[in-house]
């Protein structure tokens, strides 16, 4: 975060806007988040509003964790793209990937491309990788005809949902993430690493800590350990920020263990930093914490949702219809 906001502490904008042309205010219900943002006046532009203010806009990202941007019309690709560039000059690439994904903009990805009729559990964008983005933006060019929506939870509030004995756990031991490439489940080592050279595979495994097996060609296991629980970096608090819950085999529909033989063929699963289970009585735990700390809103056309990547973390309702949100990281 503190490297996008300098970012923006270079840009020279036109000053035609000031904190008094916007109006904040929260969702039906009295959510804690996001902050919504809306235009007070006609015409203003949510680039020009940002850049002008970048100091409020810090100040509010810090408190809130999300903030919703709400009739500024960012409504194509383009406009977002634009957008986007106010963080960062090249956003990050979506590398070691858990979810099939396709560009559309200069790192501008359709969120995913999982299937509509099944939900998305709840995670902050990847926090299991070894280099992680410090924030995720969305935009919603179309909204589902039904449903479709992101939950956003505050991982603040997930964590303290936990019970003492399940937090010192993970304090101590962390989180082991053992993921099963292969062409048959999930993702091709391929499809994650972005390339077919198997050498650049190993170079990347190699400078970021990961353990690897080639089974065959086809198959690569990976395994490697990182915290679970993090002080953020600007707020200083402590955060629950892992995919433990997310990559688990008790979280996992109930349809997909018809798959597979054996638990070793899931594509992921995840572990204690010390090898042992996380049992299903914990996962569960985890399950109702994200349920304490989760709110969920319908998305408008045109609606920008940034997000702390470390503070907040989000997932996907099932729907029916067209859906086009995109997302960037940074």
Avoid at 73 to 91: C, G, M, Q, W
Avoid at 106 to 118: D, G, L, Q, R, W
Avoid at 138 to 153: V, W
Avoid at 222 to 245: D, M, R, S
């Amino acid at each position: 975060m503190i490297n996008s906001i300098q970012k923006l502490k270079n840009i020279k904008a036109q000053k035609v806007t000031d904190a008094a042309s916007v109006e904040y205010s929260v969702l039906p219900g009295n959510a804690q988040f996001p902050l919504v943002i809306k235009p007070a006046t006609v015409g203003m532009q949510l680039n020009d509003w940002v850049a002008e203010n970048r100091s409020i806009f810090e100040e509010k990202v810090k408190t809130y964790g999300a903030i919703l941007f709400r009739g500024f019309h960012i409504n194509t690709v383009e406009k977002f793209e634009n957008f986007s560039r106010l963080y960062a000059d090249t956003p990050l690439e979506y590398n070691l990937r858990s979810s099939p994904r396709y560009a559309v903009g200069k790192n501008v990805y359709h969120t995913t491309t999982y299937p509509k009729e099944y939900h998305i559990e709840m995670h902050s964008e990847s926090s299991y990788a070894p280099v992680h983005p410090s924030n995720i933006v969305f935009c919603c060019i179309d909204p589902a005809d039904e449903q479709g929506e992101t939950p956003i939870a505050d991982n603040k509030i997930v964590l303290q949902s936990l019970s003492e004995k399940t937090r010192n756990k993970f304090i101590e031991k962390g989180v082991r993430y053992v993921r099963n490439l292969n062409e048959a489940y999930g993702l091709s080592w391929k499809e994650v690493f972005q390339t077919e050279d198997k050498k650049e595979v190993e170079a990347t495994c190699d400078e970021q800590g990961i353990s690897y097996e080639w089974k065959s060609d086809t198959n690569l296991v990976l395994t490697w350990n990182k915290k679970a629980i993090w002080e953020h970096p600007v707020t200083g608090e402590q955060i629950w920020f892992n995919h433990a819950y997310f990559f688990n085999k008790y979280a996992l529909e109930a349809s997909f263990f018809d798959l597979v033989k054996t638990e070793d063929e899931l594509p992921n699963n995840t572990f204690f930093g010390d090898g042992s289970e996380i049992s299903k009585e914990e996962i569960e735990e985890i399950r109702a914490a994200y349920q304490k700390g989760t709110v969920v809103f319908p998305w408008e056309k045109g609606d920008v949702l940034f997000l702390d990547n470390m503070l907040m973390s989000h997932g996907r309702n099932p729907y029916e219809g067209s859906r086009q949100i995109i997302a960037s990281l940074f």
